[in-house]
């Protein structure tokens, strides 16, 4: 099974970009699924997560008010909505996924429950 991340690119401070997380078997939506990113020079830092179970969201400081994730109709297909971005945000975007009922709380993210990663895709915000 592999996951994929896409939906990457090139945008302007201030705009916006939709990704998208698929996975080449399976079903996504009996997992959590995490967005993490690392930006040149940096370690990954946690983004968002969804659970699957309990109707948990999760957002970083960094990206709460301005991210927001989203499930497909049939829910195989996993949205991080990128708005008001910074240069900041510039960044290399992983989803990855966890059992049900993991690695997704209110507290936060637990990046060490996610077993299943997928290829990034590169966001860059830059005028």
């Known amino acids: 099974v592999q996951l994929q991340a896409s939906g990457g690119g090139l945008v302007q401070p201030g705009g916006s970009l939709t990704l998208s997380c698929t996975a080449s078997?399976?079903?996504?939506?009996?997992?959590?699924i995490g967005w993490f990113r690392r930006a040149p020079g940096k370690q990954r830092e946690a983004v968002a997560c969804?659970?699957?179970?309990?109707?948990?969201?999760y957002y970083s400081d960094h990206v709460a008010g301005r991210f927001t994730m989203s499930r497909s109709s049939d829910k195989n297909t996993m949205f991080l909505q990128l708005n008001s971005l910074k240069p900041e945000d510039t960044a290399v975007y992983y989803c990855?996924?966890?059992?049900?009922?993991?690695?997704?709380?209110?507290?936060?993210?637990?990046?060490?429950?996610?077993?299943?990663w997928g290829q990034g895709t590169l966001v860059t915000v830059s005028s």
């Open positions: 990855a996924r966890a059992d049900a009922g993991w690695g997704c709380y209110h507290s936060g993210i637990k990046a060490d429950d996610f077993d299943l």
């Open positions: 078997e399976g079903e996504l939506r009996l997992y959590a």
């Open positions: 969804m659970s699957n179970t309990a109707p948990i969201q």
